[in-house]
């Protein structure tokens, strides 16, 4: 399977789930949400906008509109039929060219997060396209992957990965709190880590550093 093939490659052991940052050495994780206020929380509200601004911008700054990448999608299987309840609609709904959606691949796989699955009853479906930036409404997906704790819809709650295949990097947006972006060497992303420095976490921020010094 060329995805598996990939991270086992370039991203030896790896775990694809979050915290990403956590657990590779090269990375960088930025805040995306400030001055938060449950009680001023709509479309459109100074706080989203905020966010939105910078996780676009990011995502903008980093893929390049012709850079292979992957699209991966992780959905949750308790058990329950819940995960396929509704129908996953990540990809139909944000890519461009529906004749894309025939080369969408899935695979499930132990559940990631096996400390919290004591008698080894879940899953995690792996979903996953390979495409380029610019094949996706990636504005408007962005968008839906912050909105996933703030009420609002249309909202993503799986977790969703941009994998690049060309510059080697993976970039996750948690939620509207923040996002992790994992490279294979600091050049890399040594443009991104300069041209947006002040949006660092500033809990990591001497960490990070330490990686571009």
């Given at each position: 399977m060329a995805l598996h093939k990939y991270l086992h490659h370039t991203f030896p052991a790896l775990m694809l789930r979050p915290p990403l940052f956590y657990s590779w050495d090269i990375g960088i994780r930025f805040e995306l949400g400030v001055d938060y206020d449950y009680h001023h929380v709509y479309e459109n509200c100074p706080y989203l906008q905020g966010v939105y601004t910078r996780a676009i911008t990011l995502c903008k700054t980093l893929h390049a509109p012709n850079d292979d990448i992957y699209i991966v999608v992780d959905v949750n299987d308790f058990g329950d039929g819940g995960a396929f309840k509704r129908k996953l609609n990540v990809f139909s709904k944000y890519v461009k060219k529906k004749s894309l959606l025939c080369k969408l691949q899935q695979h499930t796989i132990p559940y990631v997060f096996p400390e919290d699955d004591e008698n080894k009853a879940y899953l995690t479906h792996r979903f996953f396209l390979k495409c380029t930036i610019s094949d996706f409404a990636y504005v408007p997906m962005i968008k839906a992957i912050c909105r996933q704790d703030m009420g609002l819809k249309p909202r993503i709650f799986h977790r969703v990965y941009f994998i690049n295949t060309t510059k080697h990097t993976i970039f996750h947006i948690y939620d509207d709190r923040g996002c992790d972006?994992?490279?294979?060497?600091?050049?890399?992303?040594?443009?991104?880590?300069?041209?947006?420095?002040?949006?660092?976490?500033?809990?990591d921020r001497a960490k990070i550093d330490q990686v571009f010094s």
């Amino acid at each position: 399977m060329a995805l598996h093939k990939y991270l086992h490659h370039t991203f030896p052991a790896l775990m694809l789930r979050p915290p990403l940052f956590y657990s590779w050495d090269i990375g960088i994780r930025f805040e995306l949400g400030v001055d938060y206020d449950y009680h001023h929380v709509y479309e459109n509200c100074p706080y989203l906008q905020g966010v939105y601004t910078r996780a676009i911008t990011l995502c903008k700054t980093l893929h390049a509109p012709n850079d292979d990448i992957y699209i991966v999608v992780d959905v949750n299987d308790f058990g329950d039929g819940g995960a396929f309840k509704r129908k996953l609609n990540v990809f139909s709904k944000y890519v461009k060219k529906k004749s894309l959606l025939c080369k969408l691949q899935q695979h499930t796989i132990p559940y990631v997060f096996p400390e919290d699955d004591e008698n080894k009853a879940y899953l995690t479906h792996r979903f996953f396209l390979k495409c380029t930036i610019s094949d996706f409404a990636y504005v408007p997906m962005i968008k839906a992957i912050c909105r996933q704790d703030m009420g609002l819809k249309p909202r993503i709650f799986h977790r969703v990965y941009f994998i690049n295949t060309t510059k080697h990097t993976i970039f996750h947006i948690y939620d509207d709190r923040g996002c992790d972006l994992v490279a294979t060497s600091p050049e890399t992303i040594r443009g991104i880590y300069e041209s947006y420095s002040h949006w660092i976490l500033d809990y990591d921020r001497a960490k990070i550093d330490q990686v571009f010094s």
